[in-house]
Each structure stands twice: as structure tokens, then as C-alpha cells.
Nanobody, 115 residues
């Protein structure tokens, strides 16, 4: 069983930045592809970004490309999502996702972009 704990969410003004963190309990964290998803209010959960197990080439949803950056620190078993130039449409609960043999989800962290 893998536990994922997100942190770093909050209220931010449009144009601002936030950095989300996801700490994992996985024994073989470096083997997991890590992703961020989000669920805007009243909408379905959607994929945001993925970083493969060894790092390297990252992928982003078109809506966040050029504004968000996913990274990982395998020594700390943590994945990050740096969010810049935030927009009200980025308001959502953000979830961490780990995938290797099985998939695991975190409990989510709320991000609200509002003036």
C-alpha cells in the first residue's frame, strides 16, 4: 500500500503562484510514474501532468502547458507541481497519483484562484 499526502494548496490571486508537494510512502518510489490530476468544482477529474519513473520527459495538459512544471525528488520520495500565472479556471482540488503495477491516489489539496 502506498500513501500519498499532498500539501501546498490555498487561496491565491490571479497571476500568482503556488507549489504543491506530494510526499509518498512507497518503498520503491523511483519506480512509480507520478502525475497530478485536478477536479474543478462541478466537473470531472482531469489529468494535469506526468513525470516518468526516472524523471526525464514530462507531459502536460494543454490548459497548463507553459505555466505548470512537474518535478520529483526520489531521495525525498516527493513530487512537486509548480504552478505559475494562475487563473480562476485553475481552481480545483489537486490530486497526486502514483502508478507502478498498481495505481494510488492522494486525498487532494484545494487550490482556489480568486481576487
Amino acid at each position: 500500500q502506498v500513501q500519498l499526502v499532498e500539501s501546498g494548496g490555498g487561496l491565491v490571486q490571479p497571476g500568482g503562484s503556488l507549489r504543491l508537494s506530494c510526499a509518498a510512502s512507497a518503498a520503491f518510489f523511483s519506480n512509480y510514474a507520478m502525475s497530478w490530476y485536478r477536479q474543478p468544482p462541478g466537473k470531472e477529474r482531469e489529468w494535469v501532468a506526468t513525470i516518468p519513473s526516472g524523471g526525464g520527459i514530462t507531459n502536460y495538459a494543454d490548459a497548463v502547458k507553459g505555466r505548470f512544471a512537474i518535478s520529483r525528488d526520489n531521495t525525498k520520495k516527493t513530487v512537486f507541481l509548480q504552478m505559475n500565472s494562475l487563473k480562476p479556471d485553475d481552481t480545483a482540488v489537486y490530486y497526486c497519483h502514483a502508478n507502478w503495477l498498481r495505481a494510488f491516489w492522494g486525498q487532494g489539496t484545494q487550490v482556489t484562484v480568486s481576487s
